[in-house]
């Protein structure tokens, strides 16, 4: 009897820590205002601290960084939110979701009867809807070095990562009307490589091939005359997403 009465009692310290263990986190409190949750994995008194957020980040700060070290009671775990190292939380399934937005610049080598060379510059503002799938629309401006004209091609623009990863292919579309020197329709086609940097920003290089409408009227005979050729390029773009 005594025996089993021990034996419960062992059984529920253990249950007991387990569950105290499982109601506390560490937190960090620097003293540039970030607050980092999760936890402390090494300890040097006086010297450095090593802390693995939840996500399994894993962050080491200098003593004289940290302002503070507690810890905080849970009811339930999961809904600690999960923060970067400036204390900023972060969304785990869909980290690049918002606003985003798009700076390129390129050359564009002219093909065909139609096509001519021109430098680009364009940019493109949208939301973002998780990793993966970009809707926006942008504007951009072309210079035509054949004839020296310039186009500003008005666009709607889709984009779509293939990968969550660090460097990452996608995919880019974009479909709209140029107005200027050239008038007429415009979309282009592309493909690249995203490479992410800090945040939601990331630099990309992609290879694509565009078609510029150029319409134009004359008269023949005393008849008027409508027609839309096609300028195509294959246009090599560096770009800048934030």
């Keep these: 009897m005594i025996k089993r009465s021990v034996l419960s009692l062992v059984m ?13 986190i560490d937190v960090l409190y620097l003293k540039d205002g970030s607050i980092i949750r999760g936890q402390v994995l090494e300890q040097t008194p006086d010297k450095s601290v ?10 080491v700060y200098n003593m004289d960084q940290v302002e503070k070290i507690v810890k905080e009671t849970i009811s339930n775990r999961s809904k600690v939110p999960v923060r970067d190292r400036n204390g900023n939380k972060k969304d785990n399934k869909s980290s690049l979701r918002g606003y985003k937005g798009f700076v390129d610049v390129g050359y564009s080598a002219g093909v065909g009867d139609w096509g001519e060379d021109r430098f680009e510059v364009s940019t493109a503002h949208g939301y973002q809807f998780n990793n993966f799938f970009f809707i926006g629309g942008g504007a951009g401006l072309h210079y035509y070095t ?8 008005i666009f709607a623009n889709f984009r779509a990562n293939f990968t969550k990863t660090k460097i990452a292919p996608f995919g880019d579309v974009k479909v709209g009307y140029s107005i200027g020197d050239f008038n007429g329709t415009y979309g282009s086609l592309a493909i690249g490589v995203r490479f992410t940097l800090k945040a939601k920003k990331a630099l990309h290089l992609s290879l694509g091939y565009s078609n510029q409408g150029v319409e134009y009227d004359y008269y023949s005979s005393s008849y008027y005359y409508y027609s839309e050729e096609n300028s195509t390029a294959i246009t090599l773009k560096f770009g800048f997403e934030f």
Aim: aromatic share 16%; charged share 15%; net charge negative.
């Design 12 to 24: 529920l310290l253990c249950i007991t820590t387990v569950c105290m263990a499982q109601a506390y």
């Design 50 to 59: 090593k802390i693995q957020a939840y996500d399994g980040s894993i962050f």
């Design 146 to 153: 054949d004839s020296e004209y310039f186009g500003v091609p």
